[in-house]
């Protein structure tokens, strides 16, 4: 009896974790064709690579949609990384040196003068977050 009542009193104190949602505002896309590709990064590694890397989660918006919602996430610290697939073909397109040729984004909008970091960009997830992507053409 004694283990069951144990058992019930600290079934009763584990709290299930929120899921929280981040709503994400797109600013500065300048084409009107294809779509806005996001992927939500819980860590440095693959980070800000969409396609090779392993977000955590990757959403797709169409062009023209003011803001973008990643659901169900834990709390904790997130970096997202976003780009404007201007054609299309699912991909960040870039030149023969890496440099993207689709306009990017970041969480907190780092100044690019190189590749994108995870450090710059995380942000800490406690409740429903808000924030803003401006895209940048380099």
Same mark, same amino acid.
């Given at each position: 009896?004694?283990?069951?009542?144990?058992?019930?009193?600290? #079934?009763? =104190?584990?709290?299930?974790? *929120?899921?929280? *949602?981040?709503?994400?505002?797109? *600013?500065?896309?300048?084409?009107?064709?294809?779509?806005? /590709?996001?992927?939500?990064? +819980?860590?440095?590694?693959?980070?800000?690579?969409?396609?090779?890397?392993?977000? =955590?989660?990757?959403?797709?918006?169409?062009? !023209?949609?003011?803001?973008?919602?990643?659901?169900?996430?834990? @709390?904790?610290?997130? @970096?997202?990384? @976003?780009?404007? +697939?201007?054609?299309?073909? !699912?991909?960040? +397109?870039?030149? &023969?040196?890496? =440099?993207?040729?689709? @306009?990017?984004?970041?969480?907190?909008?780092?100044? =690019?003068?190189?590749?994108?970091? &995870?450090?710059? #960009?995380? &942000?800490? /997830?406690?409740?429903?977050?808000?924030?803003?992507?401006?895209? *940048?053409?380099?």
């Amino acid at each position: 009896m004694r283990i069951l009542l144990t058992a019930a009193m600290i #079934a009763g =104190l584990a709290v299930p974790a *929120q899921a929280e *949602q981040i709503t994400v505002a797109l *600013q500065g896309v300048k084409k009107n064709t294809g779509t806005i /590709v996001l992927c939500l990064w +819980d860590r440095d590694a693959s980070f800000p690579d969409c396609e090779g890397g392993k977000p =955590l989660k990757r959403i797709v918006v169409p062009v !023209g949609a003011a803001t973008a919602t990643f659901d169900n996430v834990a @709390a904790g610290t997130y @970096a997202i990384s @976003a780009f404007h +697939d201007a054609n299309g073909n !699912g991909k960040l +397109d870039s030149n &023969f040196l890496g =440099l993207p040729l689709e @306009a990017v984004g970041m969480s907190n909008n780092p100044k =690019l003068n190189g590749p994108p970091r &995870f450090k710059p #960009a995380r &942000f800490k /997830v406690a409740g429903p977050t808000r924030l803003m992507i401006r895209f *940048q053409s380099l």
